[in-house]
T-cell receptor, first 112, second 112 residues
């Protein structure tokens, strides 16, 4: 079945620096790749997503890139701020049932 | 944001007890999900329902059961709770094309 691997499990960056989180997926039929942010004690919330017909998508300081050939996608956060500290989850789904398969999450720590 | 509401928010129960977690949503979506979150393991799918008459097991359904009482209500039961079911439980809902999953606030369950 579909599997999504996410790395690293923990990422610590200096405030103002960039952060990159990477995910790989196994099912080449997957065509939708969302990223969710979960702040401490809160629910996961969608921050950005990308579909397989697009290679890159940006929204202010965050961007997602997709490499279909290599079956991996990445979340990029630039000019990191303290409020970016959270756990980030990637996921992948395929058109057969639109079921999301989740990565294990990355805890992002922004150091002041 | 009260689009997806879970009750209770916290619960401590004893081993062997039956417990029900409830979820209701006002998004009008047909699809509803129950996830379990353990530290370092991300979100694991317990059960999902694509409509009132369609209920499916997820990757970790053993020890759990569900009931879809209406489009807006999806409850999760632990028939005989055990300590390794101690976790954070999330209910979620989405549209058929999975453009976004909306999560409830979570239920922190402790089985002693």
């Amino acid at each position: 079945g579909e599997n999504v691997e996410q790395h690293p499990s923990t990422l610590s960056v200096q405030e103002g620096d960039s952060a990159v989180i990477k995910c790989t997926y196994s099912d080449s039929a997957s065509n939708y790749f969302p990223w969710y942010k979960q702040e401490l004690g809160k629910r996961p919330q969608l921050i950005i997503d990308i579909r397989s017909n697009v290679g890159e998508k940006k929204d202010q300081r965050i961007a997602v890139t997709l490499n279909k050939t290599a079956k991996h996608f990445s979340l990029h956060i630039t000019e990191t701020q303290p409020e970016d500290s959270a756990v980030y989850f990637c996921a992948a789904s395929r058109p057969s049932n639109y079921q999301l398969i989740w990565g294990a999450g990355t805890k992002l720590i922004i150091k002041p | 944001d009260a689009d997806v509401t879970q009750t209770p928010r916290n619960r401590i129960t004893k081993t062997g007890k039956r417990i029900m977690l409830e979820c209701s949503q006002t998004k009008g979506h047909d699809r509803m999900y129950w996830y379990r979150q353990d530290p370092g393991l991300g979100l694991r799918l317990i059960y999902y329902s694509f409509d009132v008459k369609d209920i499916n097991k997820g990757e970790i359904s053993d020890g759990y059961s569900v009931s879809r009482q209406a489009q807006a209500k999806f409850s999760l039961s632990l028939e005989s709770a055990i300590p390794n079911q101690t976790a954070l439980y999330f209910c979620a809902t989405s549209d058929p094309f999975m453009t976004e999953a909306f999560f409830g606030q979570g239920t922190r369950l402790t089985v002693v």
